[in-house]
């Protein structure tokens, strides 16, 4: 399989689509190919990293999709890990906001990693794509909502902000995605997110309400390493996982 076959299976799944709707609102997102490549191996990893480099070339991996884009914003020469990659003849497919909004992407996943069941969409796009999830839970403490984030998560780092014995219902949002239009959203109690800036903070808890932060690459680690494991399902080629364990 080469990279523009592989993107094309992916986008199966996590529609490309989403990219341009996006983008209308100025956001823009460089999912796509970014170095080519073949491979009968496979390695899905959060970052392109050398480490991630590393692990590929010990299993022969010579095709590596990514979540986060290898190339964020336009550049005038390739170096650093792109570099790598092509000088390797690793071929480079990173899959942002298609996997973020996708029906059983990364946002949806990290909801059921605590458990949601019947959740609904806070953001909803065409296509059946959304982002930021709000679902019922039985009644539960802060500590142990927190202790549940932590445990499936894998999490070595969380930040927890508020104090209730009494939440019912919880929002999350993978990644960065907690501002003022997704808060407004939605009616939670307790919100699962990262990277979340100081005044958004401020305006949770001085509503009562409470915030579990992990790390931006933990809130996605684990929806991404599902997505792996889909993928597993449907292309004949061998799948493998990277995680950088330093960052949860």
Do not use: W
Not at 71 to 78: A, G, K, Q, W
Not at 90 to 116: C, E, F, M, Q
Not at 123 to 144: C, H, I, K, M
Request: charged share 25%; net charge negative.
């Amino acid at each position: 399989m080469n990279a523009y076959e592989l993107k094309d299976k992916l986008n199966e799944y996590y529609p490309f689509s989403i990219i341009d709707e996006i983008a209308k609102s100025g956001y823009v997102d460089n999912s796509g190919v970014i170095c080519e490549g073949e491979s009968d191996k496979i390695l899905f990893t959060l970052d392109l990293t050398d480490n991630a480099i590393n692990y590929a070339l010990e299993n022969s991996c010579r095709l590596i999709v990514t979540h986060h884009p290898a190339v964020f914003s336009p550049i005038r020469s390739v170096k650093g890990v792109v570099a790598r990659a092509v000088k390797e003849n690793i071929g480079v497919v990173s899959v942002h906001l298609p996997a973020d909004y996708a029906p059983k992407g990364v946002d949806y996943y990290l909801a059921k990693s605590l458990g949601a069941e019947n959740e609904k969409v806070l953001e909803v796009r065409a296509n059946n794509l959304g982002y930021g999830r709000e679902f019922s839970v039985p009644q539960t403490t802060l500590s142990d909502l927190a202790e549940k984030v932590y445990k499936n998560l894998s999490c070595v780092n969380l930040s927890v902000f508020g104090n209730s014995n009494c939440i019912r219902k919880v929002a999350t949002f993978c990644g960065a995605g907690l501002d003022e239009e997704s808060l407004a959203l939605t009616d939670a109690d307790a919100f699962v997110s990262a990277d979340v800036k100081h005044h958004i903070i401020l305006q949770i808890v001085s509503q009562g309400k409470c915030l579990i932060m992990p790390t931006h690459y933990a809130t996605e680690n684990y929806g991404f390493k599902k997505i792996s494991q889909d993928m597993a399902k449907v292309l004949k080629e061998k799948i493998y996982y990277y995680e950088e364990n330093t960052l949860l």
